[in-house]
C-alpha cells in the first residue's frame, strides 16, 4: 500500500503539476517605496501557513515563483531589522503579478549597540504563563540556558524546580522523562534559536496526566525551510574530577520528509563527600551514644544516548511520526568509603568502624514512538493518535565490606556481604487527542491507556558467598503491575475582557504489587476525578487577574515500592515499602499581572498522603534507615513576586521572589508511632542578569539565596547561596560557539541538612562538587539556521522507573 502510494506520488504528481504550471511576481520595498535586495520571500498555503517554495529577491528587490498549481496561498517576507511582511491571502488560478510587499524598519532593532536581537516578553494566558524569547538575545544559548532565566523557574543542583517542587518538562506538549543528569545533557544539546516559548503551567489543564506538579512546556519554533543542516560538539567540566561530553546531530528537510539523528557519548567522573551526625537515645530520653560519620563516593559513568526522528507529511492534511530514544549505560560504578565513630555520653571515643563498598550499576532504556495525526476540516480540528513502548532493565551488584575497631585500633570484627538487584520493566501506551470547535467553545476531548509490567528481584549472600534465605526482606522478588485507563475533556472560550477554561479527567487505576518472599500483596484499584477552572479578567491593557484551581495525583515510583535495601553500609541503608499509596495534591492560585512585567502570585497547596524518603533510628539496636514511605499531608502558602525586562538595550533583568510557608505531618514510626507536625518559613530570591557585551559575546549572571526549606523531615541548618557567571562568543558567522561556564563560584551551594524531633536526632551534609567550571565547544555545518525537528519524545510513564537517592 505504502509503495504504491509513494509510486503514485512521483510518477502522476510531476504530470499533474506540468499541466498546472502557473508564475507569480512582486516586489519588495520598504516604507520610503525603495527596493530591498536579498530579502527572503516564502510562499506559504493560505490554510494553515504550510511551506510551497522560497525565493531570494535580487538587487532590485524582485521575485518571481514558477511552476506552481492552482490553490490559495500568501506571501511572507523577510529581512534583518525590518518587521516580517505578509500578503493578503490570494487564490492562484491564474499567472499574477501582486503588489508590493512593504518592510517596516523594526522598533527593536538596536542600531546603537548593533544588536539585532528583540526583548523576551511575558504574557499571562488563563492557564500558564508564556515566556516568548524567539529572536531575542537569551535564545543565543542554549535550552538549559533558556530554561535557567525563565521568571519563577528555579534550578537547584541540577534540579528543575517552580514553587519549591520538582517540575515536569515538556517539549511541543510531549513529556521528557529521564534523570536530572540527562534531562540536562539533553536540554544543553539543544540549541536555544530553535525555542519559541517556555510555557510555565503552575496548574496543568485536563488533557495533561493528572500526575506530577508544575509543567514547563518547551515551544519549538515552526521549521519552513528545506535542506540539511548538522553540528558536531565538545565539552570538558571540571570540578573536582574531570568530566566530557562529545556528540554530533544531522538534520535534513524536504518537503515531505524531516530526519533527525543525534548521538552524544558522556564520560563523568563525579566525587561526593557525606559528613554524618547521629544521636542515639535511652528510653528516658538521656544520650546513648553519638556517632559522626564521613563518607566518601567515586562514581565512574560512561554513556551512550541516541535518538532518532522522521516525521513524514503524507498530505497536506495527514502527518506521520517514528522516533526512537536509547540509552545504553554500561558502566556506572561507585567506589565507596566510609569511617565511623562512636562515642560514649561523655563524649569519650569508644570504637569505631569502617567501610568500603563497590557499587557496579548497569543500565538501558529503549523507548519507541508513533504518532499520527490528522486535521478535520477547515475549521482548525485536529485529530491525533499516539503509541509508546518503553524497554527498561538496570542490573546491579553492591559488596560491602565492614571492620570494627577499638579506641586503641585493634581489630574487633569484620564482615561483608553482596547483595544483587535486578529490574526489568515494560511499559505500553495508547492515546487518542481532538481539538475543535463546539460552537463558539473551543473543545478539547481525549482518551488514554498505559500498561505497565515490572519485575525486581534481589538476591543477598553472606561473606561465604551462601544466600542467606533466614531474612525474607534481604533477599527478594518483587512483581508490580498496573494499568491506567483515562479520558478527559475541557472548554474555554474569551469574551470582551473575560476567558474561561475548565475541564474534567477522569483516570481508573488497577495496581498490583506482589513481595513474593515476603508474602505482602498490595492491591489498588480506583477511580479519580481530576477538575480543573481558570478564570481570567483583563480589564485594561496593563493590568491581568486570574484565579484557577486544580486537583491532580502522584503515584509511587517502582523503586519506591521495592522492599529490598540498598546499604551505605550494614547500619545505614536505604528501603524500599510495597504499602506506599499515591498522593492526592489541591492546588488553589490567584495572580495579579501589571504591563506584562510584574506578577504577584498568591497560592495554597496541600498534598495529602505526600510520598517522601524518612530517615528513621532505630535507638535500640543503633541502626538507621531511609525509608520510602506517606505522610499525613504536606501544605505550602506562599507570595511570588517577578519583575523582568530590559533595563537598557544591553542588559535584561530578572527577579524571582517567593516568601512561603512549608508544613507537614507524619507518623514517627521510631517514636511510639505517633504523629508530628512541622512549619518552616522562607524565602527564595533569584536575580538574573543578561548582558550583550558585544555582537557575539554576551554573559549572564545569576544569583540565587534560600533561607530554609522542609523536605520530609529535614531543615537546612543554614541557608544556601550560589553565584553563577556563563559567558558565550561565537564565531565565523555563527557557526562556531564558544562557551564558558563557572557554577556556585564561592563553593556555597551545599548545606547540612537535620532531621530533629522527640528521640531523633540526626544529619548529614552532603556535598556534591557543586563549584564547577565548563568549557565547550560546537561547530554548526550545512544551511545551520535552520529549525529542526529534534525533540524529546518520552512518556510520562518512564519517569516512575527513576530512583530517588
Sequence with gaps: MRSTLLFNVFVFAPLFLSAQSLSLDGLVQNSEQNP????????????????????????????????????????????????????????????????????????????????????????????????????TAISSGTTFDILKRTPGVIVNQGTILVRNRPAQVYINDRKVYLTNDELQQLLEGFAGVNVKSVEVITTPPAKYDAEGGAILNIVTSKNLSIGYKGSVDASATVGILPKYAAGSSHYYKTDWLNAYAGYTFNSRFDTKTDEGFIEFFNPNGSTKATWDDLFLKDTRTFSHSFNTILDFTLSEKDMLSLSANVLHTPKADSDISGRTEIFDPQGRLDSLYTTQSLLENSRDNLLFNLNYERQLGENGATLTANANYIDYSNDQSQVVATRYFSPQGKLLNANSFNTIPTQDSQIYTGQLDYTGNLGNWAFEAGAKYSGINSNSRQDFFDGNGDINSGNAILNDNFDYTESIYASYFSFSKDWETWSLQAGLRGEYTDANGNSRTLGVVNTQEYLELFPTIYLMNNPSENHSFGLNYSRRIDRPRFQSLNPYRYFLNENNFQEGNPNIQPAIANRVEFNYT????????????????????????????????????????????????????????????????????????????????????????????????????????????????????????????????????????????????????????????????????????????????SRKIRVGLRYKFGNFKLSDNSRAVNAEEETRLERKD
Design 36 to 135: 530591498v535586495p536579498f530579502t527572503n520571500v516564502l510562499l506559504l498555503k493560505a490554510a494553515d501557513s504550510t511551506f510551497v517554495s522560497g525565493f531570494v529577491t535580487n538587487e532590485e528587490g524582485l521575485f518571481k515563483f514558477e511552476d506552481l498549481t492552482t490553490g490559495n496561498y500568501l506571501l511572507k517576507a523577510s529581512f534583518v531589522g525590518y518587521e516580517d511582511a505578509y500578503s493578503d491571502p490570494f487564490e492562484l488560478q491564474q499567472s499574477l503579478s501582486l503588489k508590493a510587499l512593504v518592510l517596516k524598519e523594526s522598533p527593536q532593532f538596536l542600531n546603537e549597540v548593533t544588536v539585532t536581537a528583540r526583548r523576551p516578553i511575558i504574557q499571562r494566558k488563563v492557564d500558564r504563563l508564556i515566556f516568548d524569547v524567539e529572536n
Design 594 to 769: 501589571f504591563k506584562n512585567k510584574l506578577i504577584f502570585s498568591l497560592y495554597w497547596d496541600r498534598i495529602d498522603n505526600a510520598m517522601s524518603s524518612l530517615p528513621f533510628q532505630d535507638n535500640e539496636n543503633l541502626t538507621i534507615r531511609g525509608l520510602n514511605t506517606n505522610l499525613n499531608y504536606e501544605q505550602q502558602y506562599s507570595l511570588d513576586v517577578t519583575y523582568s525586562e530590559f533595563v537598557t538595550n544591553w542588559m535584561w533583568m530578572s527577579v524571582y521572589t517567593s516568601f512561603f510557608r512549608m508544613e507537614n505531618e507524619f507518623e514517627a514510626l521510631e517514636s511510639g508511632a505517633q504523629d508530628y507536625n512541622q512549619g518552616i518559613n522562607g524565602i527564595f530570591v533569584q536575580a538574573q542578569n543578561y548582558f550583550v557585551i558585544e555582537p557575539g559575546l554576551s554573559a549572564t549572571l545569576v544569583n540565587t539565596f534560600t533561607s530554609n526549606i522542609l523536605a520530609g523531615s529535614y531543615q537546612y541548618d543554614r541557608p544556601q547561596y550560589a553565584l553563577n557567571i556563563d559567558i558565550q562568543k561565537t564565531f565565523l558567522d555563527g557557526r562556531l560557539i564558544f562557551n564558558l561556564s563557572s557554577e556556585d563560584i564561592f563553593n556555597t551551594n551545599n548545606m547540612p541538612l537535620t532531621s530533629r524531633y522527640l528521640n531523633q536526632n540526626n544529619s548529614f551534609f552532603a556535598m556534591p562538587e
